[in-house]
């Protein structure tokens, strides 16, 4: 029987540890999309999850996943694409499984690749803040060029709600932002 969990999750470090708690109490995960989660019963800590942004679409990254999938990796199917999830790049976002009878599944090993992957989660971020700030001052421009009140209205709503969003996303860079700087800073102390 299947239990659809609707939850979201801004770190994937959090949601990564929380789908293993789930798969301890005996829930797999078969189906995910943007904060929705489709559970089915299994024996309790059957799975490993890890999480991980691909450099890459995965149509790009098909021999990477075929690697993974080598290793005793599958890749957790991702839901029907909406609006949504194509905006917050879901379709980057990999969810893989492991039998936990098969030991211990880690993704990234070293520092290196640590470090990589927390600069590849760091760029989005960016991108989407940077984004988001240009398309909100435009909103805000607008407003010196019409003295119509309802479109006036509407670009300082539209204008000042996406500056936020914005803002937002470089609010969410600043803890991967330490992570990158502790992960340099021990393999400097390492080497």
């Known amino acids: 029987m ?23 109490k005996g829930l797999a995960l078969v189906e995910h999309s943007w904060a929705r989660y489709v559970f089915e019963e299994s024996a309790k800590g059957e799975y490993i999850y890890r999480i991980e942004l691909l450099e890459k679409d995965p149509k790009e ?72 700030l240009i398309i909100g001052s435009l909103n805000l421009m607008l407003i010196m060029l019409n003295t119509s009140s309802n479109i006036y209205k509407i670009n300082l ?14 609010w969410l860079s600043l803890p991967i932002r330490r992570k990158i700087a502790r992960l340099q800073q021990e393999k400097l102390i390492r080497e």
């Open 157 to 170: 709503i539209v204008g000042v709600s996406v500056i936020i969003l914005g803002l937002f996303f470089i």
């Open 61 to 132: 990254a098909a021999g990477y996943l075929q690697f993974m999938e080598e290793t005793g990796a599958e890749r957790v199917p991702s839901g029907t694409p909406t609006k949504a999830n194509r905006a917050f790049m879901n379709q980057r976002w990999v969810f893989f499984r492991r039998k936990a009878s098969e030991g211990p599944f880690q993704i990234y090993t070293d520092a290196d690749s640590k470090i990589k992957h927390y600069q590849r989660i760091y760029k989005v971020y960016l991108s989407l803040a940077f984004m988001e």
């Open 2 to 24: 299947s239990q659809v969990v609707r939850k979201f999750f801004m770190d994937f470090e959090k949601e990564e540890a929380w789908l293993n708690e789930m798969s301890a």
